[in-house]
């Protein structure tokens, strides 16, 4: 990451103008302005307003911010879309980045205000801004519905890469029945199990969660190899019968204590020779980035859990190998998010 200099003025303007410059991408999404302008290229200001039932003023402003920041284009009075807001931005591309951009505006703007003082309390201070009384994200969104599916459309967005890679890089075949914990809406289960014809995937998650899966597994014609169980997998041992478990996106969520009981937990409930897979984010071993690896901490301890933390390398391998795993290794996930696949063996 380039280190700012007293010369850097613009860089250090984009600093305090970030949260603007996601606030013109966010409403430009709740409105669907790149929706409308891939449904009809150059309109001019009066008719985009007229689209988006705003009034001639604020549709000036939004314009004039999408412009900004490069994600709109004008011929003389008309406004289009620039390459990277069509591709990423408009409902008329299927794999696009809406569920993360509102996953960001509706459940992680307000609280992350509040980053100063979770520093301070070292509590998620920020989870007072979702209303219920569950004490981690998760567990609060199955009291908000309407978020917990803000919430699963974009880690199934996320997931889908994921699991294509997945699928492409593990041989599995030795495998029968493998537990995905925290498995969410089983992106990576259905996956797996369409490429491995031989496999069984449990999806352990919460109950709110599991049933929701459930019914989608049932819908998609997929309940037959890929089933869902309710639960919390800090209060119960995990179930044994597997030969592979998976955390996917899971661990890094919580605290360092939590971490190693549940590798204890697997290892625990694995046979010798089974395999562990966790995928997540690792922080740099200089520990001074990268960003995106930052931004997740700082959700996880302002909003998600009050306790967790993208670890190095050096930590999962010493916790893995405590455990009673051998043969770590670990591979990086396309999109150079410094997102790892990790493999180990039960000992
Ligand atoms: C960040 S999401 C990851 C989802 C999925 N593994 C993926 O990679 O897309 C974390 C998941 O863990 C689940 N979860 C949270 N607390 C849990 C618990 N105590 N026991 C089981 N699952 C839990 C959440 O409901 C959510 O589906």
């Not at 037959?224 to 209060?235: A, E, I, K, N």
Request: glycine letters at 8%; a negative charge; proline letters at 5%.
């Amino acid at each position: 990451m380039k280190q700012l200099t007293d010369q850097d003025e613009t860089e250090i303007l984009d600093l305090f103008l970030g949260m603007y410059y996601f606030q013109f991408l966010a409403s430009a999404v709740e409105l669907d302005l790149f929706t409308v302008l891939s449904r009809s290229p150059g309109l001019t200001r009066e008719e985009v307003a007229e689209h988006l039932k705003l009034e001639i003023q604020p549709a000036r402003i939004l314009l004039l911010g999408c412009g900004a920041i490069g994600l709109l284009r004008k011929e003389g009075d008309r406004y289009f879309n620039t390459s990277g807001a069509e591709r990423f931005f408009s409902r008329a591309q299927p794999a696009n980045m809406i569920p993360a951009v509102r996953m960001a505006n509706h459940i992680q703007f307000r609280p992350m205000a509040r980053f100063a003082e979770a520093l301070r309390s070292n509590t998620n201070v920020g989870l007072q801004e979702i209303s219920g009384s569950a004490p981690n994200l998760y567990m609060r969104l199955a009291e908000n519905p309407p978020l917990e599916q803000i919430f699963h459309e974009m880690m199934s967005l996320v997931s889908f890469g994921t699991a294509a890679f997945l699928a492409a890089t593990l041989d599995l075949s030795r495998h029968r029945r493998l537990l995905d914990v925290g498995g969410g809406e089983a992106v990576n289960a259905t996956t797996l199990a369409g490429r491995w014809p031989d496999l069984n995937v449990t999806v352990l998650d919460l109950p709110t969660v599991a049933e929701t899966t459930s019914a989608r597994l049932m819908e998609q014609g997929m309940s037959g190899r890929v089933t869902t169980l309710g639960g919390d997998c800090f209060s119960e041992e995990l179930p044994g019968g597997f030969d592979a478990i998976l955390f996917s996106r899971f661990l890094s969520i919580w605290s360092e204590e939590k971490v190693r009981g549940l590798l204890a937990k697997a290892a625990r409930a694995l046979p010798p020779g089974a395999s562990l897979y966790v995928v997540d984010a690792l922080q740099d071993d200089d520990e001074m980035g990268p960003p995106f690896v930052a931004h997740l901490c700082a959700y996880f301890l302002t909003l998600a859990s009050g306790e967790g933390m993208a670890r190095t390398w050096s930590e999962w391998t010493g916790w893995l190998e405590e455990a009673g795993f051998t043969s770590v290794s670990r591979q990086p996930l396309p999109g150079g998010m410094s997102e790892f696949l990790i493999e180990a063996v039960r000992k």
